[in-house]
């Protein structure tokens, strides 16, 4: 007898290939790190699969590709990465908003926002390749694809980042781009928006992303403005990405602050319209808060505020600021002053302006989450199943197989991560088995780290890394996309 053609197969699964298709009965084979056939009920004989797993009618679909994080460091530091491995997410898409741990050292403290990743110590690699290695070397629970960010460049290259880069400094930022590129980077994010990148004009911006394009790279923007310049700021990021030849990914897409909500009916034509043009695409998580370091200019009574974290005062942390400054007796500017350094969570956000994005046919399911936070946004450890359960089983805003489109199939051609996102004989076997019927979030702004329901088995790279209930992960990522 000969031996077993395939390592495992899925019986008895409700299959969603990740590209939009509407789901269909049928089974899946696993053979090593790949998926070897996928098709109807009966495709794989008895005998030719070492092992058989009956789902019993639970849906599989590729695993999800959290296409907006900040999970460099964690991926190192707490590699089992429960809190994504847990909600079906196989990748994660790091060093967003112009933040990534790579290429960059300090001497002291690392200024904000780049304080999000954790401290000194934390940044540790010179060099990209310094990352790629520490990344292989750790084999983390999930893949990881890796964007070099703007602020890291700037303050690896400028003795002052609150100016334009000269010439020289543009070129030492574009030779730190080759580098990464060569050793496994997949693109460029900036963070226009803060104060570390802030200064960068978008002639800057162009000469950077332009030598990522050139090696193929994408560039991921959280833009300038998401408040009452939001329309200005969408249209830089188009320039910018039209003139660097480079496809554009506009982060967590927003219209923040009481001023602007309803406005995503201005937003998302202006964005239809431009990726007539050239390839445009966004990102958003399912909530309608948003969540990053405690800013001062960002501090008002319009909407709520909530501390995630506070150096000197851990003991508020998950208080709202106007209780924080009541109990001190303190307006909430001085309050939060006294907080930092610091994080929040900003209730800015109008819910029918998160839907409409939500909807939108280009947009693409990244969490934003915050690992290193003591009280983290619940985004952390619900996006994934927040947007399968509540937005399309539940207020349905979409059918099922286009949820799981957003989270599978179409990062996975934005980032251009080759051999992911769909269920297709020859791709990655990153695989996810969870019941359409109950998949849900459980954490919430109170109680943030609480895990989904739902989710079942989660496979990375043809292993069973996870499944229902475990508290550890056998873990099988690696640093994908790019070169790597
Ligand atoms: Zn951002």
Known sequence: MSPPRYDLVLRNALVIDGTGAAPYRGEVALAGDRIALVGAAGLVAPGDAARELDIAGRAVSPGFIDAHTHDDRIVLDAPDMLPKVSQGVTTVVAGNCGISLAPVTFAGEPPPPMNL????????????????????????????????GHSALRLATMDDVSRKAS????????????????????????????LTNKAADADEVVAVAARFAEHGGVYATHMRDEFDNVVDSLAETFLTAERAHIPVVVSHHKCAGPRNWGRTQETLPLIAAAAGRHPVSLDAYPYEAGSTVLREDLVTDEYRIMIAWSAPHPE???????????????????????LQPAGAIY???????????????????????????????????????RVLGRYA?????????????KMTGMPAKTFRLAGRGRIAPGFFADLVV?????????????????????????????????SAGETTVKRAGRLIGGRA
Do not use: C
Not at 395 to 404: K, N, Q, S, Y
């Open 434 to 466: 969870f019941d359409p019927e109950t998949v849900a979030d459980r954490a919430t702004y109170e109680k943030p780290t609480e895990m989904s329901a739902g989710i079942e088995h989660v496979f990375v790279n043809g292993r069973l890394s996870w």
């Open 347 to 385: 209730f800015q956000m109008d819910e029918a302006d998160v839907r409409r994005v939500l909807a939108f046919p280009l947009t693409m399911i990244g969490s934003d989450g915050l690992p290193h936070d003591r009280h983290p946004h619940p985004r952390l450890w619900g996006t994934f199943p």
């Open 117 to 148: 990743l954790g401290g000194r110590k934390a940044y540790a690699f010179p060099r990209f390749a310094n990352y790629a290695a520490a990344v292989r070397e750790t084999t983390p629970g999930v893949n990881v694809a890796a964007l070099v």
């Open 167 to 194: 010439e020289r400094e543009i070129g030492a930022m574009r030779d730190l781009a080759d580098e990464a590129m060569e050793n496994g980077a997949i693109g460029f994010s900036s963070g226009l928006f803060y």
């Open 393 to 405: 089983r539940e207020l349905g805003l979409f059918p099922l197989e286009t949820a799981v489109h």
């Open 316 to 338: 508020v942390t998950g208080l709202d600021l106007t209780d924080i400054a009541t109990a001190w007796g303190l307006g909430l500017p001085e309050t939060a002053r006294r």
